[in-house]
C-alpha cells in the first residue's frame, strides 16, 4: 500500500538516497560520487529542512521511495538559502579551483554549493514557483509520480500560486516525456540564457 504525506524530519537520509540514485540524469549517480550527500544538499535537504509543508513523500512498506519538493516563491527562497542553507555547507566545503573541466563530479557539486545558479529570471517572473521531483527506480512507471504531482500542484492552486517551473536535462528523456504528458510546456528563453543541458518548462495554474 503506497501512502503520500508530508516529509518528516527522519525522512531525510532517504531523500538524501533518492538524490544520489537518480542524480546521473535519473540514473544513479553514486558511482560518480565520493561524497554521496552532495546531490542531496542542493536539490532535497534545502527543502524539507526549511520549508516542509512543502515536499511530500510516497513510502510503502519498503519506506520512503520518492519525493515532490518544492517552493511557491523561488526568488524569496534564494534569498533564504543565502541567509540559512548555503553558509554552513560553504565552511565545511572548499570552493573548488583550477580548470573547471578537470573537475570531477564532487567538485562541479561543490561548486554549485559556493555558486549557485539559480532559473533564469525571465522564468521565475512567468512561474513563481518551482518543484524536484525524485523516484527510485521500483517506484517509476507506476503512476506515483503522476500522485505526487497532483498533491504539490492541488496545494499550490490552494494557496494562490499562479505558474510553476522546473528543469529536466536534456540526457533525462524519461523525464522529459513525462513533464511533457502533465502539462508542462517547454519554455522558449532568449540566446544567452537557454542551457544545452537543461529543458526549462513551465505550467500556468
Do not use: C
Amino acid at each position: 500500500m503506497v501512502s503520500i504525506r508530508t516529509v518528516r524530519p527522519e525522512d531525510l537520509d532517504q531523500l538524501y538516497a533518492i538524490s544520489l540514485a537518480t542524480g546521473d540524469a535519473g540514473k544513479d549517480a553514486a558511482p560518480l560520487h565520493n561524497d554521496g550527500r552532495l546531490i542531496g544538499h542542493i536539490y532535497a535537504a534545502p527543502y524539507a529542512t526549511l520549508l516542509p509543508e512543502l515536499v511530500f513523500v510516497a513510502e510503502d512498506e519498503e519506506g520512503v521511495f520518492g519525493y515532490i519538493a518544492g517552493v511557491f516563491d523561488s526568488i524569496a527562497f534564494e534569498a533564504r538559502l543565502e541567509r540559512e542553507w548555503w553558509p554552513h555547507l560553504r565552511e565545511h566545503y572548499a570552493d573548488p579551483t583550477g580548470d573547471p573541466a578537470s573537475w570531477n563530479a564532487d567538485q562541479k557539486r561543490i561548486s554549485l554549493i559556493h555558486h549557485p545558479e539559480p532559473a533564469p529570471a525571465i522564468l521565475m517572473e512567468r512561474f513563481p514557483a518551482h518543484i524536484h521531483m525524485n523516484l527510485l527506480p521500483r517506484a517509476q512507471g507506476k503512476g506515483i509520480g503522476t500522485a505526487l504531482l497532483d498533491r504539490w500542484v492541488e496545494n499550490a492552486r490552494t494557496n494562490g500560486v499562479k505558474g510553476i517551473h522546473l528543469g529536466a536535462n536534456t540526457g533525462n528523456r524519461g523525464a522529459v516525456r513525462f513533464w511533457s504528458s502533465r502539462g508542462f510546456v517547454p519554455v522558449e528563453l532568449p540566446k544567452g540564457v537557454a542551457s544545452e543541458t537543461t529543458v526549462w518548462f513551465g505550467q500556468f495554474l
